[in-house]
T-cell receptor, first 113, second 113 residues
Framework: AQSVTQLDSQVPVFEEAPVELRCNYS??????LFWYVQYPNQGLQLLLK??????LVKGINGFEAEFNKSQTSFHLRKPSVHISDTAEYFC???????????FGSGTRLQVQP | NAGVMQNPRHLVRRRGQEARLRCSPMKGHSHVYWYRQLPEEGLKFMVYLQKENIIDESGMPKERFSAEFPKEGPSILRIQQVVRGDSAAYFCASSDRGDTEAFFGQGTRLTVV
């Protein structure tokens, strides 16, 4: 069985500061990894995904994530955040051949002026 | 190309009533997934369907919940005899046959009073 742990439920940060949102997973098989963003009262939007290949993945809105197999992590980073990045961020995994996603509990990013 | 459409956006039901949630996938998508998001939690997988078939229902409660995706028309998630604990946001996602990325709708927020 898979599981996803997002260590921080809330991350406050000032505008233009860098941010890292942490995600660790456990699985007995190789996985696909995803980060989604959810704005208030909205659905989820895919930020980026790792399927194979380069461990550094670049996504939309200036976000990137690095897959670290030895540490079973997939942390999300952005070098300079904007007020508009305030949202809930979810890390998710799936197994090749099984399409259901397993989500973490989410991290609320609060960007302050 | 319209995105995944869910309706209604908000649904209020009294305990014991039936709730019916609809999901129209993106054009050309034949795979539909339903997820439930309880307050302050991440999304939990419920069921995965292809046209006229349930592929994976490992996340569906054994009683009162059912899902279908008919040959024509939207996918329906049906909850019979709703209870307060069913209050949640229900998200639908769809994907193409060869694509691991699922696109999410804006969700239906069910409130049981």
């Amino acid at each position: 069985a898979q599981s996803v742990t997002q260590l921080d439920s809330q991350v406050p940060v000032f505008e233009e500061a860098p941010v890292e949102l942490r995600c660790n997973y456990s699985s007995s098989v190789s996985v696909y990894l995803f980060w989604y963003v959810q704005y208030p009262n909205q659905g989820l939007q895919l930020l980026l995904k790792y399927l194979s290949g380069s461990t550094l993945v670049k996504g939309i809105n200036g976000f990137e994530a690095e897959f670290n197999k030895s540490q079973t992590s997939f942390h999300l980073r952005k070098p300079s955040v904007h007020i508009s990045d305030t949202a809930e961020y979810f890390c998710a995994v799936s197994e090749p051949g099984r399409r259901a996603l397993t989500f973490g509990s989410g991290t609320r990013l609060q960007v302050q002026p | 190309n319209a995105g995944v459409m869910q309706n209604p956006r908000h649904l209020v039901r009294r305990r014991g009533q039936e709730a019916r949630l609809r999901c129209s996938p993106m054009k050309g998508h034949s795979h539909v997934y339903w997820y439930r998001q309880l307050p302050e939690e991440g999304l939990k997988f419920m069921v995965y369907l292809q046209k006229e078939n349930i592929i994976d229902e490992s996340g569906m409660p054994k009683e009162r919940f059912s899902a279908e995706f008919p040959k024509e028309g939207p996918s329906i998630l049906r909850i019979q005899q709703v209870v307060r604990g069913d209050s949640a946001a229900y998200f639908c996602a769809s994907s193409d046959r060869g694509d691991t990325e699922a696109f999410f709708g804006q969700g239906t927020r069910l409130t049981v009073v």
